[in-house]
């Protein structure tokens, strides 16, 4: 029975139930003495039996149960606790006056036993790994529930359930391994993947435990978890891995770590490029020992107490020279990763940017350089002229000389570029060769050159340099074997009051190059304040020069071609003259040069042409056949030689006007003639193929030699005024005698220019020369005045023949 010490009990009474009182009276005695046994009260359960036992305080903790109709018991499991010597008697007194059976059981194994197994079962049931139990034969005797979840399998029996057929054929051999070894009491696992029913595959962990002693259990229990997820994470981090091994193992930077002693412990292969060693032979050195004779001390870049350590966005740059003796330049970052497990390092991160800083040296040297011939340039000489006006301070003399090359364009043009780029080349050459040590000689654009000097002494021994410089390019140049002369024009500026800065003695130095063009070419004019008047005409004068085309400001004014002998006139050379609205009337010494640099000489030479060849027509039929052999000479420049097109716009001039092809005479500077060139000798000959009359002007005075005559087959040729003002030389006398003579011999009519004189006019007749132009005979005139001059010659010649002075 019970003692007065026990840990746990189960009480039951029984008895048979006649009828409801009996049954009341037994169960509430039997369950007021079961109170006893609790630990703890519990609220009475529903129907009058509780409801009274509540209200005299016996509330049990159990229930009462109905076995059969005619059977009520009461199971009281109460928690341990010993009882007074009170509540012993009276459970004692109870079982004896009730004649119930009363019987009192050790439960305590039992019933822990029992809560373990529920407590362990609904573990399983709840779990989220797969529990399976083997028998030897691999047959299952129990899978938890889960596993229908996990690989959607319905429901099935143990016996149905065959593990090896659900794994991956690849993974089964480790899997018989892992059942081996788990029954050999090795607690390894597995990665295996197993077979869901949609017919895809799951990644699972699979771990053993042999059991088979365990009569409970009596088999090999494995334990499946679902590692998707974590594979997938796995692969991911691989596949990064894989990556960042890659693009490290490929990339063309440089990454090294280092310990905290500037040892390399890692470098990437494209170290090995760098500094001509592999990376086997430098792992294990110290950083210094690679990067020798580095511009930045490696202790510095390791220093943690230095601003460069540590730096992650910022670069720093520095030179080093590798093993092969080869200068390098790295723009480094390093990296304190020393924290990082992964790494545990100072990571430098490096790129090779030496043939960048060479590119940006090269990039810069191009912007502050002249890429043909190698010189500074507008930009760098301006730089260099500042620094010099502020170091000087006074104490030296400091000017520009400024060198344009006369009819520089007409060689271009005519030679072509490259010819004149080869020229440039040695002009540039000569200039250097010339000044001193110190001098700085810069292309500042075109065939425009400038040289700056600083000079202690005074100006004069600096212009005396100058004209030196301009006479030694008077010495003829050899290109391609073709011996050229060539002339220059230069303006000289000083920096006088010490206040002028780099651009305004720059400008200076230009305003007097062109008042050295202006004064006739080939000279030195040192600037005087007074030429920014000049300047500044000059370019207004440029900006109307545009408008003045667009507008026909235009007029042709004629000079008259006479017959020395007779004084007969027996045509006319056309010549432009400008009609501005506010300036009046603007020679051709003003605008002609302004008009062939900004390539307004074309449309002006077709207007020439048109209105010559009109005005020509216009007068033929007027005066009929006492001027059918009349000619009018017309200019063409070197830019309408090069056009195309011209050969069909004379065409079209011609029979628009109606005038025969051999009265018009088609005069070209000797200067354009400098080259043989096809597209030159083409245009030309194809002029004269219609019956054009071909004349080359200003002979004698340019580039050319007598063989231009021949080669270009001209009609006419011009003797330049400058061998017409000295004819009462003996020097003059012989070379006007020999052109004479040549152009006699090769059937070549000769035109004398610029007779303002009766001497020079007879001397020129009696040397042979039929036809001149000049003052002496008129000057250029309008066409009206032209028209009645040209009536009134008539006239006075009426009847008269003179083919010796005519273009026949």
């Known amino acids: 029975m019970l003692g007065k010490n026990f840990v746990s009990a189960q009480l039951l009474t029984e008895s048979r139930l006649n009828d409801s009182a009996n049954d009341h009276g037994m169960t509430a005695e039997a369950l007021r003495c079961a109170h006893a046994l609790v630990d703890l009260p519990s609220s009475a359960g529903s129907g009058d039996l509780e409801t009274h036992i509540a209200q005299d305080g016996s509330v049990y903790n159990g229930g009462a149960i109905t076995i059969r109709p005619d059977l009520r018991a009461a199971l009281i499991i109460h928690s341990r606790r010993a009882l007074s010597d009170n509540e012993h008697n009276a459970v004692l007194a109870l079982c004896r006056e009730s004649a119930i059976a009363f019987r009192a059981v050790d439960l305590t194994e039992q019933q822990v036993l029992q809560r373990s197994e529920e407590r362990f079962g609904a573990l399983i049931d709840n779990s989220s790994d797969i529990v399976l139990v083997l028998q030897e034969d691999l047959s299952c005797s129990y899978i938890s529930p889960v596993a229908a979840r996990l690989l959607g399998y319905p429901q099935m029996s143990y016996s149905e359930f065959d593990l090896l057929t659900l794994i991956h054929r690849d993974d089964r051999s480790k899997a018989v391994t ?21 017919g895809t595959y799951a990644w699972f962990e699979i771990g053993g435990t042999d059991l088979s002693h365990d009569s409970s259990i009596n088999g090999l229990v494995l334990n499946a978890r679902e590692i998707g997820d974590r594979k997938m994470a796995e692969e991911r981090l691989l596949h990064s891995e894989a990556r960042f091994k890659a693009l490290v193992q490929n990339s063309t930077d440089l990454v090294i770590v280092l310990d905290a002693s500037g040892t390399i412990r890692y470098a990437s292969p494209s170290v090995e490029a760098v500094v001509h060693r592999t990376t086997a032979q430098i792992q294990g050195q110290l950083l210094g020992e690679v990067f020798v004779e580095s511009t930045l001390p490696i202790e510095a870049l390791l220093d943690p107490n230095q601003p460069v350590f540590g730096w992650s966005s910022a670069a720093i740059e520095f030179g080093f020279r590798s093993i092969s003796g080869e200068w390098r330049i790295l723009e480094t970052t390093l990296t304190d990763l020393r924290h990082e497990p992964a790494v545990g390092g100072l990571v430098l991160n490096a790129r090779d940017v030496t043939e960048r800083k060479q590119m940006d040296e090269l990039l810069l040297h191009q912007a502050n350089h002249d890429e043909l011939t190698g010189l500074p340039n507008r930009r760098r000489l301006l730089d260099l002229l500042r620094q010099t006006l502020e170091r000087t301070g006074g104490t030296t003399t400091v000017s520009a000389l400024l060198i344009d090359i006369d009819d520089f364009k007409d060689i271009n043009d005519s030679l072509g570029h490259t010819y004149g780029d080869r020229l440039l080349e040695s002009i540039a050459t000569r200039i250097t060769e010339l000044v001193e040590d110190g001098d700085v000689v810069a292309r500042i654009g075109g065939d425009e050159f400038v040289v700056a000097f600083e000079r202690a002494h005074g100006e004069k021994q600096t212009a005396d340099i100058c004209d030196h410089v301009l006479a030694s390019l008077r010495a003829p140049f050899l290109i391609d074997g073709r011996e050229l002369t060539i002339t220059a024009s230069a303006g000289l500026a000083f920096d006088h009051d010490r206040a002028n800065s780099a651009e305004v003695l720059l400008r200076n130095a230009d305003t007097a190059m062109y008042k050295a063009k202006g004064l006739g070419k080939r000279k030195v004019v040192v600037f005087e304040n007074f030429m920014h008047t000049a300047t500044f005409d000059r370019l207004e004068l440029r900006a109307d020069l545009a408008r003045a085309v667009a507008q026909e400001q235009f007029e042709a004014y004629y000079q008259p071609i006479v017959n020395l002998g007779t004084r007969r006139i027996v045509g006319a050379e056309a010549l432009v003259r400008w009609r501005h609205p506010e300036r009046g009337m603007v020679g051709p010494g003003l605008f002609i040069p302004l008009a062939e640099e900004s390539g307004l000489i074309a449309p002006i030479g077709e207007f020439m042409l048109d209105t010559a060849c009109s005005d020509l027509g ?15 000479s017309v200019n063409l420049s070197v ?16 029979e628009r006007t109606g005038l025969p092809a051999e009265r018009l005479v088609l005069e070209v500077t000797e200067s354009t003639l400098i080259t043989d060139t096809e597209a030159i000798a083409s245009t030309m000959q194809q002029l004269r193929s219609f019956g054009t009359r071909l004349a080359i ?44 003579q040549l152009a006699e011999q090769l059937g070549v009519k000769t035109i004398a ?27 250029p005139m309008p066409a009206v005045e032209f028209r009645e001059l040209l009536q009134a010659d008539w006239a006075a010649h009426a009847g008269q023949v003179a083919a010796e002075g005519q273009f026949t």
Not at 639 to 654: A, N, P
Not at 718 to 728: A, Q
Request: aromatic share 10%; hydrophobic share 35%.
């Open 697 to 740: 002007d200003d002979f004698g005075t340019g580039y050319s030699s007598l063989g231009y005559i021949q080669q270009f087959e001209f009609d006419v040729l011009k003797i330049d005024k400058t061998f017409v003002d000295d004819i009462d030389t003996f020097t003059n006398q012989r070379i006007v005698t020999a052109v004479l």
């Open 753 to 779: 220019e610029g007779i303002e004189q009766e001497l020079q006019g007879e001397l020129l007749k009696s040397l042979g020369c039929k036809l001149g132009q000049g003052y002496l005979y008129a000057k």
């Open 178 to 198: 892992l059942l081996q070894s788990a029954r050999l009491g090795s607690t390894d696992t597995i990665e295996v993947r197993l077979r869901h029913f949609a």
């Open 639 to 654: 830019q309408q030689l090069h056009d195309r097109r011209i050969v069909g716009k004379v065409s079209d001039i011609l």
């Open 618 to 632: 216009s007068w033929r039929t007027e005066f009929g056949s006492s001027i059918e052999d009349f000619t009018m």
